[in-house]
């Protein structure tokens, strides 16, 4: 079955005509005076699935949260599209899996990524409907600037650029003194694109989740006139956990109860403030969480209510999330959704909901409104892709999820760590295997000897993915993977290089982890961006770059320049020497100046162009540099080797 492509041309038919000619019934009721609906949309960081009451918490209370499932709908089957930060936060705000706009995993403070520009997210498709929009709290789609979710349709934000465990801070809530974490910048916290503040102790992140909400009531009241979309993307309770005066010591499970009991309070605040002003009505509130519990922290991490396993993997516990929903009037109350949902299906929902066109590019998500509207027969979701980082772990389809060979972080059969210091991984060879999540939701049993139609069509399904968004486990790439948003160098955009004509040969290949687009990437008149993994760098793993370059026939030369990258936090260093050498018919070479570079440490990541003069009329070009060989003693990667890249050997 074509599910991908119906999917498409459904999510095209709606966008093409759908949101155009059939206006929803409601937006008729807005056209005679009423403004249309609010969204709330409350975001938490590594909530698990059995951490609020309605989902059977135990040991803590959430009566807000159970409130609004009251009043609304909670869903069962719902997933966030992985089960990590980044790239869950990117398939909730553009639609789409993670895998097709090129988000994945989790964006570090050095990574020179974020969100592409090209995508439309949930806050840019709403203001062009005339929404105010904010966030407040975790952003985690590029912390540089161009990247701020002010560059990407949100009039307002306050909060952390990424997770709140990105801090040179350490288990103990002293400041790092060795190791990897040292690495890390302070913790800024952000206003607009402004660091008003940094998080440096434990005291601080406790007063995260009440400033967040904070912000989300004056928000709503500042925009009571006018449709609003507010973002509350709590940074709780992701370790370290922070709570606040008011509720610490509060619950019977502990710190972990406290924190979600205070995110509770919060949204009690919410409801109230959209009380206050008579708001409620006309306010659809979205409650989920980005994935399910870091089970390794033990008394600090959540609940996934007997799913199996947790955040990082792609059983059930890992994407599968709480998530309620309230819409009076519109959505039934007290009733429960069976149906699968995910995150992605969430921007789609709110076009329909909005009455807003689509994005122009192709998303995943289906408009799940039929369901939030209690009709039982709808079915707008029947597959779902479990990708974690670029890998397709499984895939779902109805009661089916065929489970593909991978390697898998597990929790199980290691003992958990306690009170804020993480207990080690276990890691797990995970075989091929069919579940039946209808009978066997803790995918206990592979039941796939008994049902090989049922393998056969998920293959299928999961072939037709891998030709899609690609695959990881099977080094595939998929065809409509659309690139990240890629910081740049300040370097001219187009090159001449005499060399583009000419053939270009490696003494010793590039890592097949780097091998750009082959040799030529070097001499292509293309130059890389700030993001090595971008295909424009060729990087060498403690081997030195020896190319030879043959113009074709004798030309005059007068300079030749070759650009390498630094990027000492990813172990990339510039070369220790660069040598150019030169030669009429390919046998006697004369060398040209030698040029030493320097090899301090240096925390930025800069491209450094080194040029050696010629002047001669040659024909073959030996370039040599230096790789360092080894990370130096003052590194995280002391002793381990160096990498060494380049991405472009001008010839002038
Ligand atoms: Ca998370
Ligand atoms: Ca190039």
Redesign the pocket.
């Given at each position: 079955m074509d599910t991908l492509k119906s999917r498409r041309d459904f999510l095209k038919t709606l966008g093409a005509a759908g949101v155009a000619f059939s206006v929803p019934v409601w937006w008729n009721q807005c056209s005679s005076g009423k403004k249309p609906p609010n969204i709330v949309l409350i975001f938490t960081?590594?909530q698990g699935y059995g951490d609020a009451g309605v989902y059977g918490a135990k040991k803590f209370t959430t009566p807000y949260l159970d409130r609004l499932a009251d009043e609304g709908m909670y869903f069962t089957q719902f997933y966030a599209s992985q089960a990590v930060?980044s790239a869950?936060r990117a398939s909730l705000l553009t639609g789409c899996y993670a895998e097709r706009v090129s988000i994945l995993g989790a964006l570090m403070p050095w990574s020179e990524i974020g969100l592409n520009h090209e995508e439309t997210t949930i806050a840019e498709m709403l203001k062009k409907r005339g929404y105010s929009t904010a966030i407040f709290g975790k952003w985690h789609l590029g912390h540089h600037k161009e990247f701020l979710p002010v560059y990407h349709g949100f009039d307002e934000y306050f909060g952390l650029p990424y997770s709140n465990d990105m801090w040179p801070v350490d288990y103990d809530g002293h400041p790092v003194k060795k190791g990897h974490k040292k690495n890390y910048p302070p913790l800024p916290l952000i206003e607009g694109v402004k660091v008003v503040d940094h998080i440096n102790t434990l005291d601080d992140q406790a007063t995260l989740t009440t400033q967040y909400a904070k912000k989300a009531v004056h928000f709503i009241k500042k925009n009571q006139h006018n449709p609003f979309f507010l973002y509350l993307a709590h940074s709780m309770p992701?370790v370290p956990l922070g709570v606040s005066d008011k509720f610490k010591g509060k619950s019977e499970q502990g710190m972990y109860g406290d924190v979600i009991e205070e995110i509770d309070w919060s949204v009690g605040r919410v409801l109230k403030t959209l009380d206050q002003y008579g708001l409620s009505d006309n306010t659809l509130v979205i409650y989920t969480s980005?994935?399910g519990p870091w089970l390794n922290y033990g008394n600090h991490a959540g609940s996934t209510g007997g799913l199996r396993e947790g955040?990082g993997t792609a059983f059930e516990g890992g994407p599968r999330v709480p998530a309620i929903m309230r819409w009076p009037g519109h959505i039934p109350s007290g009733s429960v959704c069976r149906k699968m949902v995910s995150t992605i299906d969430i921007l789609p929902t709110l076009a329909a909901v909005t009455g807003s066109p689509l994005p122009d590019k192709p998303i995943d998500g289906v408009n799940i409104l039929p369901l939030l509207k209690g009709d039982e027969k709808a079915e707008p979701r029947d597959t779902f892709l479990y990708y974690y980082c670029g890998e397709l772990r499984a895939v779902r389809q109805g009661r089916w999820k065929r489970v593909f060979k991978h390697r898998s972080r597990s929790y199980v059969g290691v003992k958990p760590g306690r009170d804020g210091h993480p207990g080690p991984y276990a890691f797990l060879k995970v075989q091929p295997a069919l579940y039946d999540l209808q009978s066997d939701p803790g995918e206990t049993t592979d039941v796939a000897a008994q049902h090989p139609e049922i393998v056969k069509t998920l293959d299928a399904l999961a072939e037709k993915a891998r030709q899609s968004l690609g695959d990881r486990l099977q080094k595939r790439t998929g065809k409509d993977v659309r690139p990240p948003g890629r910081r740049s160098f300040n370097r001219k955009k187009k090159i001449k290089n005499v060399a583009a004509g000419g053939t270009i040969t490696l003494v010793n290949p590039a890592s097949p982890q780097y091998p750009g687009k082959g040799p030529k990437t070097l001499i292509n008149e293309q130059l890389g961006s700030r993001d090595f993994h971008d295909h424009q760098w060729l990087g060498f793993e403690g081997t030195d770059l020896e190319a030879v370059i043959d113009l074709g026939s004798v030309k005059t030369v007068n300079k030749v320049s070759s650009s390498f990258l630094r990027n000492q936090l990813s172990w990339i260093f510039l070369p220790e020497w660069v040598e150019v050498s030169v030669s009429t018919e390919g046998s006697i070479y004369t060398k040209m100046k030698k040029v030493t570079l320097s090899q301090k440490q240096e925390p930025d990541t800069i491209v450094k162009s080194v040029g050696i003069e010629v002047e001669k009329n040659v024909r073959y070009i030996k370039v040599h540099a230096r790789n360092r060989g080894q990370c130096p003693d003052w590194h995280s990667g002391a002793g381990g080797k160096a990498w060494l890249f380049c991405d472009e050997i001008l010839v002038e």
């Open positions: 960081d590594d930060c869950s992701h980005d994935n955040k």
